[in-house]
C-alpha cells in the first residue's frame, strides 16, 4: 500500500439520507470494490476531489475568457 500525505482531519456533519446512504454504500461489497472505496473517508475524498477539480476548471476557464 502506498504512503499518503493527508492534512489535518475534518469532522463532517452529514444530513440523515447522506448518513443512510452512505451506510448503504458501505454494504455493497460489489460497488466498493468497483470504485475502490475501503472506508466512509474514501467516499467523502472522491466527491470533494471531484468539487475542487469542477472549481479548478471553472476558474481556469474564467482567466481565459
Known amino acids: 500500500m502506498r504512503n499518503r500525505n493527508y492534512s489535518r482531519p475534518y469532522q463532517v456533519r452529514l444530513h440523515t439520507v447522506q448518513e443512510d446512504t452512505l451506510n448503504k454504500i458501505m454494504n455493497d461489497n460489489e460497488y466498493c ?12 475524498r472522491t466527491a470533494l476531489f471531484s468539487l475542487c477539480k469542477d472549481y479548478e476548471l471553472e476558474k481556469y476557464n474564467q482567466r481565459l475568457a
Do not use: A, G, L, Q
Not at 470494490?33 to 467523502?44: A, L, M, Y
Open 33 to 44: 470494490h468497483r470504485k475502490n472505496i475501503i472506508s466512509k473517508s474514501d467516499v467523502i
